[in-house]
């Protein structure tokens, strides 16, 4: 089973500041990763699929890279409802499919 | 617009058993894979189930493997998870998402499963 490492577990930063969240794959899953944004009380929305496909409605200020075992993904200037818990997910030769144990980013 | 709602949650007692339901509209159902994922209290994400749109493909976490089984109704549109022997740590929201590449691009509200005596 692949697993996903999200790096750091809480983010700190204020509006209009650039995020960058790392998720790291215990064996290479190619492009096969996606993120996903998860607010309080809702379920979560996804992002970024094909590590740097942005999905349907999603801003360009999301954008995804990496390939391998290392991704990124960086937000340019936050906006106020981009708080919230951001997981990563891979789909590599699943099942199982797997989800990194996220990357909480908070408003300072 | 495509709309999953889930159903079924409630409170159990551990061994006890209960089906979930997921309600889709908005799109062709038995085009779509299906998957089941659940969020335990303040934890992350687990994928446990998937099926294909004709239910030829079927799999399972290794956690809920031969305790929990997926189904679906295209007619009804409606996918289903029936979970028996129930344990403390199948607590958690459930979701049904709809994920025909592997990637999950719409979910439902969620439906909250309590296992406690």
């Known amino acids: 089973e692949i697993v996903l490492t999200q790096s750091p577990a809480t983010l700190s930063l204020s509006p209009g500041e650039r995020a960058t969240l790392s998720c790291r794959a215990s064996?290479?899953?190619?492009?096969?990763l996606a993120w996903y944004l998860q607010k309080p009380g809702q379920a979560p929305r996804l992002l970024i699929y094909d590590a740097s496909t942005r999905a349907t409605g999603i801003p360009p200020r999301f954008s995804g890279s990496g390939s391998g075992t290392d991704f990124t993904l960086t937000i340019s200037s936050l906006e106020p409802e981009d708080f919230g818990i951001y997981y990563c997910q891979h789909r590599r030769n699943w099942p199982p499919l797997t989800f990194g144990g996220g990357t909480k980013v908070e408003i300072k | 617009e495509v709309y999953l709602v889930e159903s079924g949650g409630a409170l159990v007692q551990p061994g006890g058993s209960l089906r979930l339901s997921c309600a889709a509209s908005?799109?062709?159902?038995?085009?779509?894979?299906l998957h089941w994922v659940r969020q335990a209290p303040g934890g992350g994400l687990e994928w446990i189930s998937y099926?294909?749109?004709?239910?030829?493909?079927?799999s399972y976490a290794a956690s809920v493997r031969g305790r929990f089984t997926i189904s679906r109704d295209n007619v009804k549109a409606s996918l289903y998870l029936q979970m028996h022997s129930l344990r403390d740590d199948d607590t958690g929201v459930y979701y049904c998402?709809?994920?025909?590449?592997?990637?999950?691009?719409?979910w439902g509200q969620g439906t909250l499963v309590t296992v406690s005596s």
């Open positions: 908005g799109f062709t159902f038995s085009n779509h894979n």
């Open positions: 064996q290479s899953v190619s492009d096969h």
């Open positions: 998402a709809r994920g025909s590449t592997g990637w999950f691009d719409t």
């Open positions: 099926i294909s749109g004709t239910s030829t493909a079927i």
